[in-house]
């Protein structure tokens, strides 16, 4: 069976389908406990991942009349000490997100308070377990994930007896939270938290996780035994527990990644390349070299049966491999492009390489920055700003007093300003504009104007807080605008949906929402990654060679983003810089390739594309056009190799590549 190596009931559902599923299923749960006539207990959690969860919940009691006024919710945790009307504060946060929103009698909420005095912690974490079993225990409990794999704020070590207590932040956790808290300083070291006995105690338990940075730690809470260093693994033993995870979070399940290592598979093109890559990487031998024995010892008999030896299935993922590398001559040209960056960075960290070449095969570009990013500047880069337009204002007797009014009261503000507070409408601004000057100066290292960028300024993140709303009309109004006027045959967007506060998935969803209402025919979307993952040679479309040189250009590009560079101000895990991190990923993905024994190059972007919402047809060079698959690769087994062929032209290291010139024949 497929599934075999999970421990737990897993569901797969589309991200948007994650929301509606669990809203019903709570619905359900407060309708039937109702009918026998109690209350329905709920046990709630807070975070990015249940806020869909609870907006479907607030347009269900608004349109359809769910009834809250007999449920009794008891909250996970809560930071300690924290006040109930910090930004930080789960109360708040709950109270925004949902309960506001709802008739849920405010004598029925119970969050454990981060307001009380030390001392009288443990008898109040006594009384809300005694609560809890007073109503007759919970009945649904919801659930986010940590990346330490903690459920509430059960950290690594919390036993499977653990009941409602304080608790020390993991590093990993606070880390997580620093951006939130406008830096890790900030962050409570401690937390109050229902425990691991607790949570089982429900009689129904739902996990959520969603996106690709949850994916590592759901495999192991569900496909390994259970552990207190992952206490979402104790899940497994409760008899009504289920993980509702969406596709990119369970990509790291085994029936996901390698499902011929569980069970039977249904081969498909797509299947058969991930299965040969993973074999090649697995037992550290290029495609052309893989061998009948490889494949039999590996589970991949079934695919071997399919092309009778590994000859012709080697050769035949060779090819399809080597005709997703799309150098600069095998890019789009003269073509209509939008190019829609969530902040106004994430063109140059995430598709710099491709953008300067696009850019050079005379296509009509617009880099539209969605966001105005103004949350990630640093005070200090506005204080910077401040000081040169006093020095400007002086310099060229532009002072009528005007500039200084205005950088004095901006300064004032700053001085006094305390973490986390929401900037002044002034100081915002010139956060904005900061960024601006530096996407504009990002896209002119590639030689493009600056009337090619265009900046959206989506209503749904000028909130002045870490928290944004949900993308509404307007946002989809504006995007949509920009597609009307500009036809673009081809669009670019953020394909990594793990940033920090879920911004890039939100712009994801205006665009999609945008181009269901556009009216002109749909153009191909590429999806980049590059800032927070890449996308797996396994899964790319396609892969755009770079060299030295434009890999150099590109990390210029990042460089241009002053405010973000030495420090950002929401880096999320990684410590590095984010040029730091492309060129890791980009050399990375050119050595992995190299190691399949594809030609060698010194870097690669990869995207994934989709026409119409389908994959791109994978054009392959036929095996028997090749003949017989060689071990050693030749110039003319590239597509696009004639005769005549000049190795090493231009800085361009897609030509090189059609041209074979880096290959190590
Ligand atoms: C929150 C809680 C935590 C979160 C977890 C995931 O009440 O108990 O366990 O569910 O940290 O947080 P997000 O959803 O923000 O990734």
């Not at 009528?400 to 409408?425: A, C, N, W, Y």
């Not at 050693?632 to 000049?646: H, I, K, L, T, Y």
Request: aromatic share 8%; with cysteine; net charge negative.
């Amino acid at each position: 069976m497929a599934q075999s190596r999970e421990r737990v009931p897993v569901q797969i559902l589309e991200h948007d389908q994650i929301a509606s599923t669990l809203a019903q299923r709570i619905a359900s749960v407060i309708r039937s406990a109702n009918a026998a006539g109690r209350p329905a207990v709920l046990g709630l959690a807070t975070g990015s991942t249940p806020i869909g969860i609870y907006r479907e919940l607030i347009r269900m009691h608004r349109d359809e009349g769910l009834d809250f006024s007999n449920v009794v919710s008891f909250n996970l945790d809560e930071y300690y000490p924290m006040a109930p009307d910090s930004i930080h504060s789960y109360h708040r946060y709950m109270w925004e997100n949902l309960f506001e929103h709802i008739n849920i009698p405010r004598e029925n909420v119970n969050i454990p308070p981060g307001d009380i005095p030390r001392e009288q912690v443990e008898a109040h974490c006594a009384g809300y377990e005694e609560k809890i079993r007073g109503l007759g225990g919970i009945d649904f409990q919801l659930l986010g994930i940590g990346k330490t794999g903690h459920i509430g704020f059960n950290e690594p070590g919390s036993g499977v007896e653990s009941r409602t207590r304080l608790i020390a932040l993991d590093t990993v956790t606070r880390r997580d939270a620093a951006a939130d808290f406008f830096g890790e300083d900030n962050v409570p070291t401690e937390a109050i938290t229902m425990g691991v006995a607790s949570i089982l105690d429900a009689k129904e338990v739902a996990l959520i996780a969603t996106g690709e940075h949850k994916a590592s730690v759901i495999r192991r809470a569900v496909e390994d035994e259970p552990d207190p260093d992952v206490a979402a693994t104790y899940l497994q033993t409760h008899p009504n527990a289920t993980f509702y995870l969406d596709p990119a979070a369970a990509a790291e399940l085994t029936r996901v990644k390698t499902p011929w290592v569980v069970g039977e598979v249904r081969w498909t093109r797509e299947l058969e390349i991930r299965a040969v890559i993973w074999l090649s990487e697995s037992v550290g031998k290029s495609i052309l070299r893989l061998d009948n024995y490889d494949y039999r010892e590996h589970h991949l008999s079934s695919l071997l049966a399919r092309y009778g030896s590994a000859g012709p299935l080697n050769g035949e993922v060779f090819n399809a491999l080597i005709s997703k590398i799309r150098g600069k001559s095998k890019l789009p040209q003269g073509k209509r492009i939008v190019v829609f960056s969530p902040h106004p960075d994430d063109d140059v960290i995430s598709m710099g390489g491709i953008l300067n070449k696009l850019h050079h095969n005379d296509n009509d570009i617009v880099v539209a920055y969605q966001t105005s990013g103004n949350i990630a500047v640093f005070d200090h880069e506005v204080r910077r700003y401040l000081d040169f337009l006093n020095r400007f204002g002086h310099d060229f007797d532009l002072g009528d007093g005007r500039i200084e009014d205005l950088t004095g009261r901006m300064s004032k503000f700053l001085d006094e300003k305390h973490p986390g507070q929401v900037d002044i409408p002034e100081v915002q601004q010139i956060k904005q504009r900061i960024r601006e000057a530096e996407a504009v100066s990002g896209i002119e290292t590639f030689g493009m104007r600056k009337d090619q960028a265009c900046f959206l300024k989506l209503p749904f993140y000028q909130t002045g807080k870490v928290r944004k709303d949900a993308i509404g009309p307007e946002d989809v109004r504006i995007t949509l605008e920009l597609l009307e006027d500009h036809k673009p045959e081809i669009v670019f967007v953020a394909g990594d949906l793990s940033d920090p506060h879920g911004t890039h998935r939100m712009c994801l969803d205006a665009v999609m929402r945008a181009l269901a209402e556009y009216s002109g025919d749909a153009p191909e979307v590429w999806y980049y990654r590059g800032a927070w993952q890449e996308w797996p040679v396994s899964e790319a479309d396609v892969l755009v060679p770079l060299s030295e040189d434009e890999l150099s250009k590109k990390i210029l590009a990042i460089y241009k983003h002053q405010s973000q560079k030495d420090k950002a101000p929401f880096p999320g895990q990684d410590d590095r810089e984010f040029w730091q991190r492309v060129e890791e990923r980009n050399m990375g993905t050119a050595r992995i390739v190299d190691r399949l024994g594809l030609p060698e190059y010194f870097a690669m972007e990869a995207y994934v594309v989709r026409r119409n919402g389908k994959p791109l047809e994978v054009e392959t060079v036929s095996t028997s056009a090749l003949g017989a698959p060689s071990h050693r690769r030749r110039a003319s087994d590239f597509p696009g190799a004639g005769a005549g062929a000049q190795p090493g032209l231009q800085g361009d290291a897609g030509e090189v590549t059609e041209l074979g010139g880096q290959t190590t024949t």
